[in-house]
Structure formats: C-alpha cells, structure tokens
C-alpha cells in the first residue's frame, strides 16, 4: 500500500526487454537506504518487487499486463520516474491510500499556468471516469492529487510548485501519456452497486429484503 507521496525521482539506467515483459534497473538513493528483497516501490504508481539492489539502484521486473496496461512500456534509459516505497505501518498517511495497481493510462490534453500553480486536464479511458469525482483523489504517475474539475472523460487537476518540483508530472507534455489509479473506495462502491461495465449503469444491492413496497404496505410512508 502506498500514499502517493513521492520520495524521489529515479532515473531509469537499463532496459532489457524481451516480448512483452521488461527489467528495469532504476538509479535511486532513497527508496534503496533500506531496502530488502521482494519489497514493493511504486514506479510512476506501478507496484513492482525488488528483485536486486545496492546503495545506488534497484532492479524490478514488469510482467505483459503491466506492460500493456501501464506507461511504463514508453520508458528509455535515462527516462525520470517517480518513486514511493511502501507505506510503513508507523507512518503519516500523507496522501490518500493507493494500491499501487494501474487502471489504465490518460492522455494529457491540455496544460495551463494560473498564477503559482499549473493545471493538467487529461483524457481518461471511457468508464474510469465513473470512479472519479470533484474534489476526490486520484493517482497520476503515482502522484496523490486532488480532482479540481471532472467533465465527461476529461479532468483537471492542479498542481503546487513542490509537486511539480518533485515530481515528473511537473516536466510532462501534452500529448504524453500517465499512469491513472482511480480511488480504491470509489471502485469497491462501484462493485459493491453491480456496476456493468457495458451498459455504464450499476444497481444498488439491498441485501436486506427491504423495499419501498413493503415500508408502505407496513406504513412506514
């Protein structure tokens, strides 16, 4: 579990790829002070496990529904990433609670300065826009941030000079392509409501065998 925090931003130092799978080794100093063997660190929001370090790097692997599902397919060597170890249990939930797991990815549309801040609108995939909601959280590149405006596919989110300094969301373009986690409460109310996918509609459970019918027909209204 994460808190979309960023701790630092890695630089990607090799690639080897073979099919549809990738190993990353990543040049770090933080995210491998304390390191171990089969911890999880978040690359631009991906849980991925260390599968070796040293002081100075880690390698992790992606497997294809990573590759395919994530941005991080698009990464070259000296690529910047963002980077967040898992959350310790003694810590400041800083950020909002982040599973580390990609729904898919977004276009950036559009990028503008207002005064000390700038706003990103991105283009979500049709239906993830369904788990997205004014003021609510939402992880981009791993990034925790604060949903300033949502309409249709497309929302806005704003960022202060410290996210975009410590950051690699600060340095994107329009056109580039980021990493979407949506809120893990907002997709668990969604399966709980039997959300279809197809239709774009959910109905709600009631598990309890109480309708509007029956508190009529024993006067309740």
Do not use: W
């Amino acid at each position: 579990m994460f808190t979309g925090i960023i701790e630092e931003i890695g630089k990607v130092k090799s690639i080897t790829k073979a099919g549809n799978t990738l190993r990353l080794v990543i040049a770090a100093k933080i995210v491998t002070k304390d390191a171990k063997l089969g911890d999880s660190i978040a690359v631009n929001g991906v849980c991925l496990t260390v599968t070796k370090f040293d002081s100075n790097s880690f390698a992790a692997d992606v497997m294809p529904v990573t590759f395919y599902a994530t941005n991080l397919s698009r990464l070259l060597a000296n690529s910047q990433v963002n980077l967040e170890r898992a959350m310790a249990a003694n810590g400041r939930f800083g950020g909002h609670m982040v599973s580390g797991h990609i729904d898919g990815t977004a276009k950036i549309v559009a990028i503008k300065t207002n005064e000390n801040a700038i706003i990103y609108t991105i283009e979500l995939a049709s239906g993830l826009e369904l788990f997205c909601v004014e003021k609510g959280s939402i992880a981009i590149d791993g990034t925790s941030l604060t949903i300033a405006a949502i309409s249709g596919t497309k929302l806005s989110v704003s960022l202060i000079p410290h996210t975009r300094k410590h950051s690699i969301l600060g340095f994107k373009k329009i056109g580039e392509l980021v990493n979407i986690e949506c809120d893990i409460m907002a997709k668990q109310h969604a399966k709980l409501s039997d959300y279809d996918s197809v239709s774009g509609s959910h109905k709600a459970h009631n598990s309890s065998g109480i309708t509007e019918g029956y508190l009529a027909e024993h006067g309740f209204i």
